[in-house]
């Protein structure tokens, strides 16, 4: 295991690592390890400069006892790294990760692991001189509620952190939203949200988080949405960024999220993209049944909204895909191969999208430093 390093100027990262199939879960994952490890030798990165890392799994019913056990995870955990394990499939293999990773001087983390009534929460302090990022994982609902019940109680949850930390809700730029089923379960957790955001002062003017909602599950079936969040300080700037050439604003059809979120720290500007797919500006679907048009569709959108805040998709630090036939893997990556810069790396899932129109959703996030 790699030392920490002392730096004199902060270096940020992050990682995507995929699995290469092999004869079991177990070695596949110890192969995404030995990769991983690699990547931050390279990088001149130390193992305990991770924040945070979400692991996409095929099985997770099975696999995430398996992951909990090896060695590497245990000692992730001991260096205050959150971690999240997702039920959605990696496309073409068994397990990927997406590793965010920050040395700098002065960082300061704290990680909560929270077991009692939260199933594993986790929350991570991040601390950068005067600005604090908080990472909210594996926030889950009670088992024997409804979708909407679920839904309403972790952003119960999360709001009671916002108000134990004096924190903005406003300053709620990020939600990852896994929800299980989703053909059935979407509209359920889309009016739950809504009703939750009115009650508790977010409006269309107000603004909400930037968000992805999205097929995936926890190891609990009975469960029906699993969250992610990320939260700044009440000082941190943060703005919705929007591209309306491409795509109308998201109330319109219903649902209060933003298509991006904009975070301006004293280290560069961060942009939130959340799930994007192929739409106008009218909230139509453009090029349905047509995964290729979909696919340029869909990052033609993410551009416009780069451009809007003079950004480019070379700035893109990742991207995650979401593919609702894992049959078109080999579509899906000739055709993101050739429209996203050789640097951005992605992950690529098959999670079923919220509208079965949709054949692909992306998101991920870029960041400018500051000159």
């Known amino acids: 295991m790699k030392a920490a390093v002392s730096r ?27 990769s991983y490890l690699s990547q931050l030798e390279q990088k001149d990165l130390s193992m305990d400069s991770c924040i945070s890392m979400v692991i996409f799994v095929s099985d997770i019913a099975n696999q995430e006892q398996i992951l909990e056990r090896m060695p590497f995870f245990q000692d992730l955990r001991s ?50 001189k005067d600005r604090e990022l908080h990472i909210l994982f594996n926030f889950k609902g009670r088992p024997t509620d409804d979708v909407e019940g679920q839904t309403s109680s972790v952003f119960e949850r999360l709001f009671a952190y916002c108000k134990c930390m004096n924190l903005d809700p406003k300053k709620l730029v990020r ?12 509209a359920g957790m889309v009016e739950a949200r809504k009703s939750f955001f009115h009650a508790h002062g977010l409006t269309p003017d107000s603004g909400y988080p930037a968000s992805t909602g999205i097929g995936g599950r926890s190891r609990d079936h009975r469960l029906s949405v ?9 000082q941190t700037q943060v703005e919705r960024i929007q591209a309306l050439t491409h795509m109308n604003p998201t109330i319109e059809y219903g649902v209060t999220f933003e298509r991006a979120m904009q975070v301006e720290l004293d280290q560069g500007r961060y942009v ?95 960041r400018k430093t500051s000159l």
């Not at 004199?8 to 030995?34: D, Q, R, T, W």
């Not at 990760?97 to 960082?107: K, N, R, V």
């Not at 951005?344 to 054949?359: I, S, T, Y």
């Open 8 to 34: 004199k100027s902060e270096v940020e990262e992050m990682i995507v690592v995929n699995g290469v199939n092999a004869a079991s879960f177990l070695e596949e994952a110890n192969h995404l390890v030995a």
């Open 272 to 366: 939130y993209i959340s799930g994007t797919a192929s739409i106008d500006n009218e909230g139509c679907i453009v090029c349905e049944l047509d995964l290729e048009g979909q696919v340029n569709r869909t990052v033609e959108n993410i551009a416009a909204l780069l451009e809007s805040c003079e950004m480019r998709l070379e700035d893109l630090m990742y991207v995650c895909i979401y593919l609702r036939d894992f049959n078109e893997e080999h579509r899906t990556r000739s055709c993101i191969q050739k429209l996203l810069p050789g640097n951005v790396p992605f992950v690529l899932l098959h999670a079923p999208v919220c509208r079965p129109g949709w054949l692909i959703e992306i998101d991920g996030l870029a």
């Open 79 to 128: 260096m205050n790294c959150a971690i999240s394990i997702v039920g959605a499939a990696p496309v073409g293999n068994r397990i990927s990760l997406i590793a965010h990773h920050a040395e700098e001087p002065g960082l300061f983390k704290k990680l909560i692991r929270i077991e009692e009534n939260l199933n594993g929460a986790q929350i991570l302090r991040l601390v950068r």
């Open 226 to 234: 699993l969250v992610n969040a990320h939260i700044y300080d009440n």
């Open 175 to 186: 939600t990852w939203i896994y929800v299980n089923d989703i053909d059935n379960n979407y």
